[in-house]
């Protein structure tokens, strides 16, 4: 047993697992998004999710008690962080729920390679010449994925790309957020801003529809896996080994791949499947080039 407990320890195993329920949480959230998506307007589905996760950490908060209100907020790094939520999470559910699950969580898998060019663009972060080829080696597989000029070009992958973007600005302005910030806070504010976005969408998408009862189970699978996948991946990433842990993540996109073919019918041709390759290998390796030490 004791050294059930030592491996356990040594193999960041319990952070490794909080990574993988975490991204199986956000595949069934973005697969129950898209199918409710034919019952009912985008800003309909985006506020459900807004409420419930604003609620969730709104009680997680008052049962941990920690603030959902500090002088930061008023800062420049929180403001921009806020509207980088609100927009990357808008863009990332149009681009599911009128394009392909498995391509669009493809993209998203970009991130990290994102804001690492972030970092070198704006605030002048030095990397090796390792990290740069990682980095145009993802991007090379966005444009096998996207396949711009072609008659096989998805339009609503520009929207799932455009959602990474604000996505790595909102990772890149948390590092100038005091650490006495709570991540429950963060989260707390990120539900709020997708609410906001949500109504903003209303005179885009149209009116509310009612919820047919036999789609009622959806609603509540929904409120349970949304809020359950963010906090999973704070408890992933507050502990253990970044270059151990962080790879993970990655695990997101052969969910997808699965339910969108799974459930939705979707096709992933062999150029795009290649594509997928090289950002998850980018992104590994551009993720183990960092000091593992570092969380």
């Known amino acids: 047993m004791k050294l059930i407990n030592k ?4 193999k960041n195993i319990e952070f490794i697992l909080f990574m993988l329920f975490s991204m199986a949480c956000f595949t069934v959230r973005d697969a ?8 009912m307007p985008i800003s309909q589905i985006l506020i459900i999710i807004g409420l419930i996760g604003t609620i969730f950490f709104f009680i997680i908060a008052l049962f941990f008690k920690q603030l959902l209100f500090y002088p930061e907020l008023k800062s420049l790094p929180f403001v921009i962080r806020f509207f980088c939520e609100l927009f990357s999470s808008v863009l990332f559910v149009i681009s599911i729920v009128f394009g392909s699950l498995a391509i669009s969580s493809a993209i998203m898998q970009t991130i990290p390679l994102f804001v690492a060019l972030g970092a070198i663009l704006f605030f002048e972060q030095k990397v090796p010449l390792k990290s740069w080829l990682m980095i145009l080696s993802g991007l090379a597989g966005v444009v096998l994925i996207i396949k711009p000029g072609t008659e096989h070009f998805d339009k609503f992958a520009i929207l799932a790309l455009l959602s990474v973007l604000f996505l790595a600005g909102k990772d890149l302005t948390t590092h100038h957020i005091r650490e006495t910030v709570s991540p429950i806070t963060l989260c707390f504010w ?6 906001i976005g949500g109504i903003l969408c209303v005179p885009i998408f149209g009116d509310f529809q009612a919820v047919p009862s036999n789609q009622t189970p959806l609603i509540v699978l929904l409120g349970f ?25 990655y695990s997101r996109l052969l969910f997808a791949l699965a339910v969108g073919v799974l459930f939705f ?4 041709d062999a150029l795009s499947m290649f594509g997928c390759l090289m950002i998850i290998i980018s992104g590994i390796v551009l993720i183990g080039s960092k000091d593992p030490k570092k969380k």
Do not use: C, D, N
């Not at 129950?32 to 019952?39: A, M, N, R, W």
């Open 7 to 10: 491996i356990w320890k040594i």
């Open 225 to 249: 896996f949304t809020p359950l996948a963010y906090f999973t991946l704070i408890l992933a990433t507050r502990g253990g080994e970044i270059a151990i842990i962080s790879p993970f993540r």
């Open 32 to 39: 129950i998004s898209k199918q409710l998506s034919e019952i």
């Open 190 to 195: 990120g539900f709020f801003a997708l609410m």
């Open 265 to 268: 019918h979707e096709e992933v």
